[in-house]
């Protein structure tokens, strides 16, 4: 059964840091690109990054170019995204993506005074 996992996400004050992780199994991980997409209340879900399977080469969303990283552990099946100078817009359930196994269930991070 293929299942992506997401964690790390909360609250945070605008300019503060989190750090979201994807775990992965049921598939090869290490043989397939990854994304991270997020959906605020209301809106389109939206890309944020993408990480090819090697992890030699990423794409991001004008909206979190320089603040936002998006890596990989093929050993450990885990993707990860850096999130640091948070804003309140990038308030959303933040989801994991895999062309193999689909979406995870999202893990919702929220950025407020």
């Known amino acids: 059964q293929m299942q992506l996992v997401e964690s790390g996400g909360g609250w945070v004050q605008p300019g503060g840091s989190l750090k979201l992780t994807c775990v992965a199994s049921?598939?090869?991980?290490?043989?397939?690109?990854m994304n991270w997409w997020r959906q605020a209340p209301g809106k389109k879900r939206e890309f944020v990054a993408a990480i090819t399977s090697d992890g030699g080469s990423t794409v991001y969303a004008d909206s979190v170019k320089g603040r936002f990283a998006i890596s990989r552990d093929n050993d450990n099946s885990t993707l990860y995204l850096q999130m640091n100078s948070l804003k309140p817009e990038d308030t959303a359930v933040y989801l994991c993506?895999?062309?193999?196994?689909?979406w995870g269930q999202g893990t919702q991070v929220t950025v407020s005074s």
């Open positions: 993506n895999s062309p193999k196994a689909g």
């Open positions: 049921g598939f090869t991980f290490s043989s397939s690109a």
